[in-house]
């Protein structure tokens, strides 16, 4: 085989390698159109009402900050169409239409500022009623059931059916403990409770005898259910708090209004977290409340959920600050994105959402590469032969006829 039929060959190689690559590549990462009609009640809770061109605005440029590729019309009085193109993911977008971020940073209750209230409670839940068990077993048919097997059966049940003793015994209380010097340090947390009971648990502490042990200003808060291994998410513990809501559930001292930037980031131990940057009247907040709560943990709380309640080691006073939780990378991403383009002042609700696969690459995007391919593996191939050929040696007859 000369040197040109080899070079074409290796060319052709290569070419069919890339275009089945690519091919390959293509049918993997599948995108998605996604139509939604949506309404819009462009009026707040102020009776301001927004006007749907205002909607849009507003909608457009949570898109941007999402980098998407999307197209937003007008479709009525209160209704609106938005298409979103190349979507690799069909349920996600739907986050973009969410209110909003509402952050929040406050002042936290330790245990020790709690003891009557938590006292109250303990007392009071034991007197109420047991409450129901959580779960029973269905009748067994054991005509045909050995008397051990029966046996254990009865003991099971007997052991399901007993109820719980009081609602107290549903929260793990944080015990404290002693730093190096001896002094007794708190959990920013109270306790914690599986998720099944947060309900009971809440509707306790709001009995007024409850609530007049404790400060007229502490609210109950929940965090972001902790990670514990491999156990079912029923079982899985809630964390507990109470927050000085300084006599105002609503508004906190600093909130998201006071965010400029934020940017996803990671610690060194490779946990999620998220770098925000205040504004300038930000930054004093900032400033005050990290210099007054030295040694004591805040409550960072996103959407209603603490979802970190660092301590405070010292004042932070050049407007930075970084949050580290219990979320992941597409959690936090959707918390930038919130952060950045801030809370929608009306509500949206999706009427109707049409996905459509979009079309993989075409042919003629899928032979450029190969044919670029396969040029330059002809070229290199025939450049490569050429200049390791062997020269051809002369014979000993051939030099004596020369001579």
Known sequence: MN????????????????????????????????????????????GKTF?????????EKRMKTAGWKYKITQAGNDLIRVALFKMKDTLYPRSIFANGAKLQFREIYLASELAPMLTAFVEL????????????????????????????LDSMERFVEQPVESAGDLVEFSIPYADGSGKLMYFAEIGSVKENDTAVVRKLFEDERIKRSGPPNARLFYGPPKKMGRVEKKNEMIPLYFINTRNDPDKAPL???????????FTREGAVSINMQFSDYGARKWAIMTRSNIGRPIAIIFNGL???????????????S??????????????????????????????????????????????????????IASGLTFFVFKTLKPTPTRSAGDAQNRL
């Open 3 to 46: 040197i040109w039929a080899k070079s074409l060959l290796t060319g052709v190689i290569i070419a069919i390698t890339i275009y089945f690559i690519l091919n390959r590549s293509g049918s993997r990462s599948a995108t998605y159109a996604i139509e939604y009609t949506i309404e819009t009640a462009p009026t707040n809770k102020s």
């Open 51 to 59: 006007p749907v061109s205002k909607v849009i605005s507003m909608l």
């Open 125 to 152: 839940s034991r007197e109420s009623e047991p409450l129901p068990p959580a779960k029973t077993i269905a009748p067994v048919k054991r005509d045909s059931m050995s008397k051990t097997a029966s046996d254990l």
């Open 255 to 265: 909130e998201s209004e006071d965010v400029i930037d934020a940017r996803q980031d």
């Open 306 to 320: 603490v979802i970190s309640a660092p301590n405070v080691l010292d004042e932070i006073a050049d407007g930075n």
């Open 322 to 375: 970084s949050i580290t939780g219990n979320y992941s990378v597409t959690e936090s991403e959707d918390m930038v994105r919130l952060l950045k383009t801030g809370s929608l002042p009306f509500s949206l609700s999706i009427l109707s959402a049409h996905i459509v696969p979009e079309k993989p690459s075409g042919t003629s995007k899928k032979l450029l590469p190969a044919m670029f391919g396969f040029l």
